[in-house]
């Protein structure tokens, strides 16, 4: 298959990566340890671990999941902590060992958490005190043997960690009671595990590294099989796509996404720990006053984020005032970027934000938008080195260039399957092996991919195909809105009509004048019918607007 976007392609930035540079995500980080030992590596409430420091406390986590726990290479081991240092040291830690990682939200109700341990078959779990008391809900449904509870400050110096632990617990009350009496504290891990050596496990590119939940939002979540082959090679493309803005030892980057999002954990956590970058964990980023407070105090030099969490940040008083004179890189992802958005960042910051497009189920990085670009463009940018993609129509047919289709895709970053679901990974994957991403994109003339709307959140008005990203795009324009859902609802005359939720910057905004803004902005059958607006939009924990919500408002 011809892959027209290779002109386009960054200078210097290959059309194809060596998948087997590295053998397994382990053998990155023992790379990463031994180039940039006394490098920061990842740092948190004005904590800091050397990439030594980091290492050895993965190496404690690893050697007491072997030994104390009796844990064999394949075991699945849930992690529900938020960005914490105990998270990347427990990630580490697992992988080390030999063990999968189930990554698994912190606000999961208990409902999704016993579906996830259920159905990962996890015989461990290692997890935050504050959600504890759901593990205790549904842990006695499920095949977990062991639970580690781990304190929000176990990781930090005393008395700062007693400190932290007492306020979060007796003075916020963020720790609901729970009662599981078998559990191990996290400290005791790490002590207990000091005093073992860590059997070496042999680990290669068809061994599963994670098993990483998606879906939950639209029905029961499915668990993408990331084997290390799909994170080796993710993590080699976007390193190649980023090397020209990197240098090695002397990055910091900001996480503020999850660290058990496929996003954040790629992009952030491994593609910066390869280039022996200096991670920032930021733990509530929904804090956005305190977030903006930490980010004024730190010489950050990149940032990954979604929309939702820039337009944030631009809205809080403070952020203007930021020295951003040492930012690069701004990667936006996980959901469309709105022009409006990027624009401010980019008149804030003078750092371009380029959009980036991905899934769970491809490791996740497909397109990335080239790091020189001036100004945003509006599209998900290119298909990355070793990557192809095509679109197709409803009949499986390749389409022309500029119509819509499918977006399918092939590369080594695609997943091996869903775990346990033959049949829901036959149904994704076409018969030539493509996999289906249920998004609708465009091509233009020059290889860019721009992404219309997801199949599923399509409105059809009249016969015309209306795709709410476009509307959201133009509504959110308006100086006196903030953000903005849309969706399509029954009409008897036209079939379906657009709805469109809509959150105020300004209290004073009538729903004539919006409707009027819009129809100046939009043909006839994309202008709303009802514009509601509400407090606050329906989301994921990453910020995600949760359109099925707003159906159901």
């Not at 060596?18 to 590596?41: H, L, Q, R, T």
């Not at 914490?84 to 912190?106: C, D, K, Y």
């Not at 997801?454 to 795709?467: A, E, H, P, Q, T």
Request: charged share 20%; proline share 4%.
């Amino acid at each position: 298959m011809d892959r027209p976007w290779l002109n386009s392609y960054p200078e210097g930035v290959s059309a194809d990566i060596d998948v087997n540079k590295y053998s397994s995500v382990v053998e990155i980080f023992e790379k990463s340890v031994a180039e940039f030992s006394d490098n920061p590596s990842f740092s948190n409430f004005g904590k800091t671990l050397s990439y030594s420091e980091f290492a050895q406390a993965t190496t404690s986590v690893a050697a007491y999941l072997q030994n104390t726990l009796g844990l064999k290479k394949g075991d699945r081991v849930a992690i529900m902590i938020p960005n914490l240092l105990q998270n990347p040291v427990s990630i580490f830690g697992v992988l080390r060992a030999g063990l999968t990682v189930v990554n698994t939200n912190p606000l999961y109700t208990a409902r999704e958490l016993r579906h996830q341990l259920k159905d990962s078959r996890a015989r461990a779990i290692i997890v935050i005190e504050n959600f504890a008391s759901t593990v205790e809900e549904v842990v006695g449904d499920t095949d977990v043997e062991h639970i580690i509870v781990t304190k929000m400050g176990d990781m930090l110096d005393f008395p700062k960690s007693m400190l932290i632990n007492l306020v979060v617990k007796y003075v916020k009350k963020m720790v609901p009671e729970f009662s599981l009496p078998n559990a191990v504290n996290f400290k005791t891990v790490l002590s207990e595990g000091s005093k073992f050596n860590l059997s070496s496990t042999s680990l290669n590119h068809d061994d599963i590294a994670f098993l990483q939940y998606t879906g939950g939002t639209t029905g029961v979540a499915k668990g993408a099989m990331l084997t290390h082959k799909n994170m080796v090679a993710n993590m080699l493309q976007s390193a190649e796509w980023i090397k020209n803005d990197v240098v090695q030892g002397k990055e910091i980057v900001i996480t503020a996404l999850p660290l058990y999002h496929i996003f954040s954990l790629t992009a952030n956590c491994l593609v910066f720990m390869e280039a022996g970058a200096k991670n920032i964990l930021i733990t509530n980023p929904r804090d956005f006053e305190g977030f903006v407070k930490e980010l004024s105090s730190i010489p950050f030099t990149a940032m990954t984020g979604v929309n939702t969490l820039f337009n944030a940040l631009i809205n809080t008083d403070g952020f203007n005032d930021i020295d951003f004179s040492n930012l690069k890189i701004t990667l936006g992802g996980g959901m469309s970027v709105q022009p409006a958005v990027a624009a401010q960042w980019k008149q804030i910051t003078g750092c371009t934000l380029s959009e980036a497009f991905g899934l769970t189920e491809t490791s996740p990085a497909v397109c990335i938008n080239p790091l020189n670009l001036k100004e945003y463009n509006g599209s998900i940018g290119l298909p990355i080195p070793s990557t192809y993609c095509k679109l197709i129509n409803d009949e499986g047919n390749e389409v022309s260039n500029r119509e819509p289709g499918e977006l399918c895709i092939k590369g080594p970053q695609v997943m091996q399957g869903y775990w346990n679901l033959p049949e829901e990974s036959a149904n994704v994957f076409t018969a030539d092996g493509w996999l289906k991403t249920g998004d609708i994109a465009k091509i233009d003339d020059n290889g860019f991919f721009y992404i219309v709307d997801r199949i599923k959140d399509m409105i059809l008005v009249s016969g015309f195909n209306v795709y709410p990203n476009e509307i959201e795009n133009v509504i959110v324009e308006h100086e006196g809105v903030l953000e903005c859902g849309v969706i399509g609802v029954p009409d008897e005359k036209r079939g379906e009509a657009v709805k469109a939720f809509v959150v105020r910057k300004d209290d004073s905004l009538t729903e004539a004048e919006l409707l009027s803004f819009c129809k100046e902005n939009l043909t006839g059958y994309k202008t709303p019918d009802k514009i509601v607006f509400i407090q606050e939009l329906p989301k994921t924990n990453v910020g995600k607007v949760l359109r099925r919500e707003l159906r159901s408002l």
